[in-house]
């Protein structure tokens, strides 16, 4: 049921202008909805047109009734310094649960499945748990996961992995105009709420102490260990493969 779902961005502030092809997924959040409120990573993405963007939230649910899907637009604003990267067109994403190495790279669209018409996938047969095939915004589509806190208990250090921001959708660097806009993020909707101000990943090392090398050093090769196994579960689809906090 909570198959995993997305944020996307369309470029311009008239919904009538809204494509498949520009509306873009930039962040991901698997297992999900399930909680009252979901934080989603935000990629650095590049300022929006004077009169805002058209934004979307989506989810295709698995295993809940018929095959459906669920998509809520909003107006929305990127707000802090922006990226000066312009968004890519999106293309379908498509089954790859089997070979990662089917899985689309760079801007994917959101999923239109099960529809009159304009359908962007079409799936059957089962998936790798047996059960009949459903797509959704997960690694069973190529979507990176999202964003996961390693804690450090001995050495009190938190280190933040943001898997859950889709950084591969953009143009070449100098495609945008990068600027500072103003605003506040707020809350987008009762079941989900996004970070709408860009952030910089953390490197697995940027929040250690310089001032004591030994136990940095101890700190990377934990957060390092735990890191490899998480990765292997983003590609291969393989617990602990959620997002939230691990510990070390």
């Not at 998936?127 to 690694?139: F, I, R, V």
Request: positive net charge.
């Amino acid at each position: 049921m909570a198959a995993g779902t997305a944020f996307a961005i369309s470029y311009t502030s008239d919904i009538t202008k809204v494509t498949p092809q520009n509306l873009v997924v930039f962040t991901v959040l698997y297992n999900t909805p399930w909680m009252l409120n979901a934080t989603y990573s935000v990629p650095n993405l590049p300022a929006c047109p004077d009169q805002g963007c058209i934004c979307a939230w989506g989810w295709v649910p698995n295993g809940c009734g018929t095959p459906n899907m669920y998509m809520l637009p909003y107006k929305c604003k990127v707000t802090g310094v922006t990226g000066n990267a312009a968004v890519a067109p999106g293309t379908p994403a498509v089954w790859c649960e089997d070979d990662p190495s089917k899985c689309v790279v760079g801007a994917k669209q959101m999923i239109y499945w099960h529809q009159a018409d304009g359908n962007n996938i079409q799936v059957d047969g089962v998936d790798l748990a047996g059960e009949p095939k459903s797509p959704a915004y997960n690694t069973k589509l190529g979507f990176s996961n999202g964003m996961i806190n390693l804690f450090n208990r001995r050495l009190m250090v938190m280190t933040r992995f943001y898997l859950g921001a889709q950084r591969d959708i953009f143009l070449k660097l100098g495609s945008a105009t990068q600027t500072s806009v103003t605003g506040t993020a707020t809350q987008t909707s009762p079941v989900s709420s996004a970070t709408t101000k860009p952030h910089k990943p953390h490197s697995s090392s940027s929040r250690l102490s310089i001032k004591w090398p030994l136990l940095a050093l101890i700190s990377i090769l934990n957060v390092f260990s735990k890191y490899d196994m998480l990765t292997t579960c983003v590609r291969e689809g393989k617990p602990p493969c959620v997002a939230g906090e691990y510990y070390v």
